[in-house]
């Protein structure tokens, strides 16, 4: 078979959205037990490492890790169909994001702020490779004759600006960490 630049393309972003969804739908369904238990620490709050009190916070209320799970889920479903991917991607990034600056700022093991990060990643490819496409559905979203031009250049610079930070955050870390 011989396959246009069109089309590696397009098995490319299938391929990393179904890494992204597959990854989803194991951390969204995982919620259902991944933090049983996590309540029973026989230590006083300023004893705990920052993992313990994370996952204590999250062990205190099932209904809210269940929340957070089906969230994630919702996102994977949503980035596996092709007409709802940008908003899957963009609403899976919210989730993605909160959870890569909690796995910094709590401690937490090198190995799940490093998948969180690799999938995050893939979704600002997934991004890149639909830009034309997000693109149209800001100015969309934006219409106005006169000030659509001025709306979607500060969303995107804001975009931009925020991937900035988020980047320079991480290699902060990455920076200061101790392997």
């Not at 393309?9 to 049983?36: C, R």
């Not at 709050?45 to 996952?55: I, Q």
């Amino acid at each position: 078979m011989n396959f246009n630049k069109k089309d590696r393309i397009e098995i490319f972003e299938n391929a990393i959205s179904w890494i992204v969804v597959l990854a989803m739908f194991i951390y969204g369904g995982a919620k259902l037990f991944q933090f049983d238990g996590a309540t029973e620490i026989d230590k006083a709050v300023n004893e705990m490492t920052g993992m313990e009190l994370m996952w204590a916070f999250y062990g205190y209320s099932k209904s809210f890790a269940i929340t957070l799970g089906v969230f994630e889920i919702i996102g994977g479903i949503l980035i596996l169909i092709k007409k709802t991917r940008i908003i899957g991607c963009l609403f899976t990034s919210t989730i993605l994001v909160n959870v890569i600056f909690q796995d910094i700022y709590f401690g937490v093991h090198l190995g799940a702020l490093k998948a969180a990060i690799l999938y995050q990643l893939m979704i600002l490819i997934i991004l890149w490779l639909n830009k034309e496409k997000l693109i149209n559905s800001i100015k969309m979203l934006l219409k106005t004759e006169k000030t659509e031009r001025k709306k979607a250049k500060f969303f995107l610079k804001t975009l931009i600006a925020f991937g900035i930070f988020f980047v320079l955050r991480i290699l902060e870390y990455f920076i200061t960490i101790k392997w």
